[in-house]
């Protein structure tokens, strides 16, 4: 996130609540949110909880995870995926 600077913004969630111990070797000057109203990336595998994660992540360009509370996001976008077409620099 460092490198990339003001060109990108963050959002930041986790699969344990309070588990932000990496949150102190990010710059200050980088532009970082940890939404505490995001659908909850732990719990028991369900198409409600798997759909609101769905609906969270549509409103970003780029999803990066990691660990086991990525795979509740893979399987979210995975279901409910919307296709969309790709972007084209042409009208």
């Known amino acids: ?23 102190d070797a990010i710059d200050p000057a980088i532009k970082v949110e940890f ?14 909880r798997y759909r609101a994660l769905a609906r969270y992540m549509q409103q970003f360009d780029l999803v990066l995870s990691y660990n086991w509370g990525a795979m ?13 077409p790709a972007a084209t620099d042409s009208p």
Do not use: Q
């Open 1 to 23: 996130m460092n490198l990339m600077g003001p060109r990108a913004r963050h959002n930041i969630l986790s699969a344990v609540p309070g588990a932000m111990g990496a949150r």
């Open 35 to 48: 939404p505490a109203d995001a659908p909850a990336l732990y719990g028991k595998p369900g198409l409600a």
């Open 72 to 84: 509740d996001g893979v399987m979210a976008h995975r279901i409910f995926a919307v296709s969309r």
